[in-house]
């Protein structure tokens, strides 16, 4: 049996992403693993501080290696997988807001993915 493929689809907030996902779905019989915010129920409300800043990545992190994983089985099995953003998304946030002067963090995000 042949590897099935892992496809993310990365981009900014309301760019699309889900519909695009929705779509390939459609056309390349895929599988798509819904973005962490869907995938989990119980996310962490935006941040107020560094210190919450840092344990939110901490859970995004941990929901992506989960979501991967489950990625991972699917396309063993044969599967195409689509996923709806991934960990990099968390990094990149954590380099954005370290540019914004909000708050310093992209170097844990880096170590932790």
Do not use: W
């Amino acid at each position: 049996m042949d590897r099935g493929r892992i496809i993310v689809v990365e981009g900014p907030s309301n760019s699309g992403k889900t519909t695009t996902c929705l779509n390939m779905r459609n056309y390349a019989n895929c599988v798509v693993i819904d973005e962490c915010n869907i995938y989990e129920r119980n996310h962490p409300r935006p941040s107020q501080n560094c210190e919450q800043e840092i344990q939110n990545q901490l859970f995004f992190f941990e929901v992506e290696k989960r979501r991967m994983r489950k990625a991972t089985k699917l396309a063993l099995e044969g599967k195409n997988v689509i996923l709806d953003r991934c960990a990099l998304s968390t990094v990149a946030i954590a380099y954005a807001f370290e540019k914004l002067g909000k708050y310093p963090t992209f170097q844990h995000a880096m170590r932790s993915v």
